[in-house]
Each structure stands twice: as structure tokens, then as C-alpha cells.
């Protein structure tokens, strides 16, 4: 073979070859060109990971968490429900779906969420989580492997701003560094069915939060599971706005559930201002539940302060004011050592409480102040009196 011959048959360059083309370089390292790309990982076979954000970022490292978390606030109307602004994608899914709260239905759903002004996305995609699960799931059971997803576009300075789960998870902490650091109160601890613990064994990662492949650089996809669904688009309501007033509404409605409202919160480990707000709300309901408990307690509390005010009304005029014992005071008004003695034994007797009456503090609905006091009143007014006219 002459030297011609081999130049001839020089092999055609790899990235010409139609075997292994080269994927565009718009595509690995831009955004994807559909907002919610299942396929994303199988076009771009080495995508860019996404860049751990710490928060707050260094530039505000010396501000006060408050003062970010009032400027954020001051600015929600900007980004709230704005899809095309955000810089991250939450799949939420049930932290446990046999014991998830069903779904009331997508029209009373979607009522609710647009009184708060949000855009409720249902989206059944994988986003390059379920894939490998999937292939080693039964078929039967492959529904249970990919439930259905709620889709939210938001903002990673909100949710870090609200949330240490959010700020371990975007900071580039690992799903069970992110785990261990959850309360136990927040994550379902009833036990588990033998048959159900190989197939769970394996769905294990679908129960961890976590950020998916198919993120970029700059815009993560984190795959959430969270105890209840049903009131995490009031709870990011309150992070942007701080206002509590559309969750106490859906409260009082039976709308939500207030123990899945505090699993969630136990969960996102949120700030003290979210757990005062529910901490008041459940007295305040507790304290109404015991008040009408106790309404027939204190129909009886006051026919039993009726009546004995009724006894105590011809006996405190004999013991506190007698007019016998003033009438005495005045007939023996030039011997000062009886007088003495009387007005000692009518200071003794205005300091004993009055008979059948009680010292205890009454309930809601009653007078607070202390019966002696006022009978102290009512002896001082007439006798003394009665005693500068006599001199």
C-alpha cells in the first residue's frame, strides 16, 4: 500500500462521526429550553451541576438575618408568583404516600391558591429522579414510585431566608446531612410493613430531599417531600409576606390541618415567628373548646353567688355594721375604755372573712376583687360617720 493509500484511509475526526455527535454547547451550559425538561440528563450526558449558594451570601455576611428577611419582604410583590423570575424549581411530592391527607380536588385547590394570588402547576415529571427506581419496580407498582408532583417556581433568597433545610440543601449539604438535622417531630415515625420495607429499601432516595440532575449551574430543581402538601402554598405565602392572615382564614375554614401545618414547619426547620403564630393559634382554639366545656360549671358558679348573696346580705349587717354595737358605742361615748375595746373587736371581726364566702379567684364572667374588701368599705362608711356625729 503506497503512502497515497494511507493518507487516503486517515479515519474521519471523532466529532464528525454521526456515532458520538457532539452536543451543542448552548445546551449545557444555558438554560434548558422547556421550563420542566424530563429528558433533560438523557440530552445533555454531562450536565453542570449547580454551585452551592451559601446564605446569606458573603456580602451580607455582618447584616442581621431580620433586616434581609424585611427587604425581601418589602419587595414579595415583585416576584410573587412570577414564574418567569425565579431561580429555582420545587417538585413536592407526599413525604408518605399512604398517609398523606388526600387531595379535596383541583377546583377547590386552585380557588384558594389564587385568592393568594398563585398559579397552581400539577406535573406528573420525572426530571431524571425516577428513572432508575422505575426500571427495578414492579409494574404494578410503578404508580406508587412516581406520584403526582405539585411544581413551584420560586426563590432561593426566600426560602433560605425561612428555611435551614433550604439553607443546607442549597449550600451544597449532602440529602442525609440535610436529614439529620430534621426533628423527629417532622418525619413519620409509625412503623413500616415487612412485605413494603424491600420495595421502600429501594425508593429510599425518593423520600430525601434532594437536588436533581437536571439543574443547571444557576437553577436548581430540588425534589421535595414534605409531611403535607395540602399547606405548603400558605406556608411560602408567609415567606414572602410575612402575613399569617390567609393560613389562620384556611384554619378556621377546616381548610388545613393544623398538625400538618407544624409537621411542615418542624420539617422546613422554619424560624420562631411561625411556630408563636401556631403555638397562639392552638391555645386560642384549646381555650375555646374548655370555655364552652365549662359553661354548665359556671351557670352554676353564679346561681351559687346569687344565693349566697342573698344569705350574706341580713348577716353581714349584723356582724360587719351592727346597729346594736353602734348604738353602744354611743351610750357609752364618756367611758373611752369601753369604746376602746369596741372598735378593737369591730377591726377584729372586718378582718375575718364573712361566712360562706370563698377567697379563690372566680372565672371569666365574674368579679376579680375580694369580697372583704368592699365589706370593709361599707363598715368604715356608717360607723365612722355615726361616731363624728356622736362627738
Not at 88 to 107: H, S
Not at 161 to 176: C, D, K, V, W, Y
Not at 214 to 220: D, L, V
Request: aromatic content about 6%.
Amino acid at each position: 500500500m503506497s503512502l497515497a493509500d494511507n493518507n487516503a484511509s486517515t479515519p474521519v475526526p471523532i466529532s464528525h462521526t454521526p456515532s458520538a455527535p457532539s452536543p451543542p454547547l448552548a445546551r449545557t451550559s444555558g438554560a434548558p429550553s422547556t421550563p420542566y425538561p424530563s429528558l433533560a440528563p438523557r440530552r445533555a450526558m454531562h450536565p453542570l451541576p449547580f454551585v452551592p449558594r451559601p446564605f446569606p451570601p458573603p456580602a451580607l455576611s455582618g447584616v442581621p438575618l431580620e433586616y434581609i428577611v424585611g427587604q425581601l419582604r418589602r419587595l414579595a410583590t415583585h416576584y410573587w408568583s412570577r414564574p418567569e423570575t425565579s431561580d429555582c424549581t420545587i417538585a413536592v411530592v407526599p413525604l408518605d404516600v399512604q398517609t398523606a391527607p388526600k387531595p379535596r380536588g383541583p377546583a377547590v385547590d386552585c380557588d384558594a391558591f389564587r385568592r393568594m394570588g398563585i398559579n397552581p402547576t400539577i406535573n406528573s415529571e420525572s426530571f431524571g429522579l425516577d428513572e432508575g427506581v422505575a426500571s427495578i419496580a414492579p409494574t404494578s407498582a410503578r404508580k406508587s414510585v412516581r406520584p403526582q408532583r405539585m411544581i413551584m417556581k420560586l426563590h432561593m433568597d426566600y426560602l433560605c431566608a425561612h428555611s435551614a433545610l433550604f439553607r443546607s440543601l442549597l449550600s451544597g449539604a449532602s440529602p442525609s446531612e440535610v436529614v439529620a438535622e430534621i426533628p423527629t417531630s417532622g418525619v413519620d415515625s409509625h412503623p413500616v410493613p415487612s412485605p413494603v420495607l424491600s420495595r421502600q429499601s429501594s425508593m429510599s432516595s425518593l423520600r430525601l430531599p434532594c437536588i436533581l440532575p437536571s439543574s443547571t449551574c444557576t437553577h436548581p430543581v430540588v425534589h421535595l417531600p414534605i409531611p403535607d402538601p395540602a399547606s405548603l402554598h400558605h406556608l411560602i405565602h408567609y415567606v414572602y409576606f410575612g402575613s399569617t392572615s390567609f393560613m389562620e382564614e384556611a384554619l378556621d375554614n377546616g381548610e388545613l390541618s393544623w398538625e400538618g401545618l407544624a409537621r411542615n414547619v418542624e420539617y422546613l426547620q422554619m424560624g420562631a415567628e411561625i411556630k408563636l403564630f401556631l403555638g397562639r393559634y392552638w391555645r386560642r382554639t384549646h381555650a375555646y373548646c374548655d370555655y364552652s366545656d365549662n359553661e354548665s360549671d359556671r351557670d352554676y358558679d353564679s346561681e351559687y353567688d346569687s344565693d349566697s348573696d342573698g344569705c350574706m346580705s341580713d348577716e353581714d349587717d349584723s356582724t360587719l355594721a351592727d346597729p346594736d354595737e353602734d348604738g353602744m358605742c354611743m351610750a357609752d361615748d364618756e367611758d373611752d375604755d369601753n369604746i376602746g375595746i369596741l372598735k378593737a373587736k369591730a377591726k377584729a371581726r372586718a378582718r375575718d372573712p364573712p361566712r360562706g364566702r370563698q377567697r379563690t379567684t372566680r372565672r371569666l364572667g365574674h368579679s376579680t376583687s375580694d369580697p372583704v374588701i368592699s365589706h370593709r368599705a361599707a363598715e368604715a362608711g356608717p360607723s365612722t360617720a355615726r361616731r363624728n356625729s356622736s362627738k
